[in-house]
């Protein structure tokens, strides 16, 4: 009986299997990307999440871990050097796997299943943190912290303005002197 036996034999002996999802792990660490089906990208993730996690711990004896997971040296090189190194802060769901539609030939689900620190469409949108809001009556401290700027552009606004009437005042002044100059000279012409 397979009581317990939940994982997915994808249809395959144990050493086909076994040999199959480490090709898959070193394609997927060498070209951060990879078209398969979902069944096939599932045990996947559950065959390279582990091995990425070791890969944050740069030791002897979990590149021999490593190593005898993927049976490829390059793999494991480029795995501990520039992986791990990336994900270093992320704790744990390091793969993404995105639906693609159904395969032409027998209507296979397929996807594509990716390293999520290495697509740059979704890492550089999520770079602004939002600040919650809630319904409630607030801080004082917010509530300070507007009014503080506020009243100062408040200031600055009247100290303007007053130095514009100031200005107004003196271009009246200025120009009632030449008003009247400019009168005295059309009464002097109409005396003449």
């Known amino acids: 009986m397979r009581h317990g036996k939940k994982f997915n034999h994808l249809g395959r002996k144990a050493a086909h299997r076994q040999a199959m999802l480490s090709n898959m792990a070193s394609s997927l660490i060498e070209h951060k990307r990879i078209n398969t089906t979902v069944a096939k990208a599932r045990e996947l993730r559950k065959y390279i999440e582990p091995l990425i996690t070791r890969a944050k711990e740069n030791t002897t004896h979990n590149r021999r871990v490593a190593f005898s997971y993927l049976g490829n040296k390059f793999a494991v090189t480029e795995l501990f050097n520039e992986i791990g190194v990336k994900v270093g802060e992320r704790p744990g769901g390091y793969t993404r796997i995105i639906k693609t539609g159904n395969r032409l030939g027998d209507n296979a689900e397929m996807c594509m299943i ?8 979704y890492t550089s949108e999520k770079k602004e943190k939002k600040t919650r809001r809630s319904r409630r009556g607030g801080s004082t401290k917010a509530a300070e912290a507007t009014a503080a700027p506020a009243t100062e552009t408040a200031v600055v606004e009247e100290t303007k303005v007053e130095e514009v009437k100031e200005d107004e005042a003196k271009a009246e002044a ?10 005295n000279e059309d009464e002097t012409k109409a005396e003449e």
């Open 114 to 121: 990716e390293l999520v620190d290495y697509n740059e469409i």
């Open 174 to 183: 200025a120009g009632d002197a030449t008003e009247s100059s400019t009168e």
